[in-house]
């Protein structure tokens, strides 16, 4: 009797264990079954804040499937995502700078999924549209408003001085000299992040459209070079003057765009280039100091500039052709696309003031509002000109050979009509090659 229960309970305690052991297996699988989504991204193609990590968790409690980020330093996003598509191994998702139009942009008509057909387009503004879109098809979704970038300084420090806001270089050379004979430093410049340095050259388009208002179209065309663009030297040699005046400080060479905030709301630094939304991370950090109230902005007098940079579309999130996976992407984009998600994005961005839809109420306050509206806009270069962006971080590189007196101001600007030749031909392009 006691054998044969024995027996009976061995044999039960066999079967519990295949059946643990069975379903074990089974959860194992599913798990296994899970999708996981690759996305590819420089750091300057996602929030600091975090938010697109956190629409992504809510995106994988509702349906199941996850968000994989793999980020990349942005000098060398372009190359890598490039060697990437073209040997097959991009990321289901990549997130890359637009416009995708331009001959030297990032092909992504040739790499990616034709999104002509979601619903969520039509909901985008349309010059964020054009900016992910061509050969009559669009490919990608966006999401912050038009970008310009401005001189954001300290309201208390100008009143403290009795400084008024420039309105051209002299007027703003005199602004420094004063800031730096009072103990502060004018300048916050960011040169360790490579692109923040370069933004003085090619957000001053208006400029090159005020000698020609077809200036864009003939530098396509390769009609005329950009040693024909005045602005353009004189601008590189404003900078190094700048710098040699020691308007940007002792340690401008090892600053980082990340520690502005500090140095601005704790009145080392004076100035500071950034979007308006900028003040929303100060504040985040820096609640005491109350950016929004104590930070003004104006347009960057680099060579008497006068004219906002806009850019209508910074940059955008595209499918991979390629993927396993476009079905469950497609779904991801429907889900950011939500009215809901998209104020949530909003409000979990604080340098973000605007998305580029419509139905999303920016962050502007009616004085800024205002502002803006006051302004003449022209478009950016890099978003115009074929072969600026492509090369932006380089040209970060030439601006901080100059200021360690490697290059002179001549050397920064043939550099830059050098490489842009070079690419020109690399591209076969026809107007250089023809």
Not at 49 to 77: H, M, N, R, Y
Not at 133 to 156: C, D, E, R
Not at 326 to 340: C, S
Not at 374 to 396: C, F, H, P, R
């Amino acid at each position: 009797m006691k054998r044969s229960m024995k027996k009976i309970i061995s044999t039960s305690l066999t079967a519990a264990m295949i059946m643990s052991l069975s379903v074990g297996m089974a959860t194992t699988a599913k798990a296994d079954d899970k999708v996981t989504l690759t996305f590819g991204s420089h750091q300057s193609g996602l929030p600091n804040s975090g938010i697109v990590q956190d629409l992504a968790k809510e995106f994988e409690e509702e349906t199941g499937i996850k968000i994989d980020f793999q980020i990349s330093p942005d000098a060398q996003w372009r190359d890598l995502i490039k060697v990437k598509m073209d040997s097959g191994e991009a990321p289901d998702i990549i997130c890359v700078d637009t416009p995708i139009g331009l001959a030297s942009s990032i092909h992504m008509d040739q790499y990616c999924v034709d999104l002509s057909d979601q619903e969520w387009l039509s909901r985008m503004e349309e010059s964020a549209v054009s900016a992910v879109s061509a050969g009559g098809k669009s490919y990608g979704i966006t999401f912050p408003g038009a970008k310009m970038y401005f001189y954001l300084y300290n309201k208390q420090i100008f009143e403290d001085l009795s400084l008024e806001v420039p309105t051209n270089y002299e007027e703003f050379k005199t602004v420094c000299q004063t800031i730096l004979d009072s103990g502060v430093t004018p300048i916050y410049e960011a040169t360790t992040n490579g692109w923040h340095q370069v933004l003085p050259l090619f957000e001053t388009g208006g400029l090159w459209l005020a000698q020609d208002a077809e200036m864009y179209d003939k530098l396509n065309a390769n009609e005329i070079g950009l040693d024909e663009i005045p602005s353009l030297k004189t601008i590189i040699e404003q900078l190094n003057e700048c710098a040699e005046l020691g308007y940007y400080g002792d340690d401008y060479l090892s600053n980082a765009v990340e520690n502005a905030k500090e140095a601005v709301a704790t009145g080392k630094c004076a100035m500071f280039i950034a979007e308006l939304g900028w003040r929303g991370e100060v504040d985040a950090d820096y609640p005491d100091f109350n950016a929004a109230e104590n930070l003004g902005a104006f347009v960057m007098p680099w060579g008497d500039n006068q004219v906002i940079g806009v850019n209508p579309a910074s940059n955008a999130y595209f499918i991979n052709k390629d993927s396993k996976y476009v079905d469950e992407a497609k779904q991801f984009f429907d889900f950011l696309a939500r009215p809901e998600n998209l104020q949530k994005r909003l409000d979990g961005q604080p340098e973000l003031s605007a998305l580029c839809w419509p139905e999303i109420t920016s962050k502007y306050s009616e004085e800024d509002q205002a502002f803006i509206d006051s302004l003449e806009k022209a478009n950016v270069v890099q978003t115009s000109v074929n072969y600026i962006d492509s090369q932006w971080m380089d040209v970060g590189k030439d601006l901080e050979a100059m200021y360690t007196g490697a290059y002179t101001p001549d050397d920064v600007l043939q550099t830059i009509i050098d490489r842009r030749n070079e690419q020109a031909e690399l591209q076969r392009d026809p107007s250089w090659t023809e």
